[in-house]
């Protein structure tokens, strides 16, 4: 796992979460849960911090991605459901 993407995820989460004045993301951790089952963002929720990440992104490391694509949706295991995973999912979807 790249530190860096966790990094990046958990600072932007925690943003998110002083927007929303929500206690759980902005004391963020890597378990922290997202979305789905007892989730701290609702639908709305995770298109605002995927924006927000995406530009982070671009902004920090150079990287022009799409992180709610075809195959992020489609996946079996949601790769939204906590920091971790999305910290992951941005690292697999990531060119070498």
Request: glycine share 6%.
């Amino acid at each position: 796992m790249n530190s860096k993407y966790l990094a990046i995820v958990i600072e932007t989460v925690k943003e998110v979460g002083e927007f929303e004045s929500n206690e759980a993301l902005i004391n963020a951790t890597a378990k922290t849960k997202l979305f789905g089952v007892n989730g701290n963002l609702d639908s709305f929720g995770v298109v605002n911090l995927l924006s927000e990440l995406e530009d982070k992104l671009s902004e920090q490391c150079g990287l022009e991605i799409a992180l709610a694509d075809e195959k992020a949706m489609s996946a079996t295991t949601s790769p939204f459901r906590n920091v971790q995973s999305l910290a992951s999912y941005i690292e697999a979807v990531t060119p070498a």
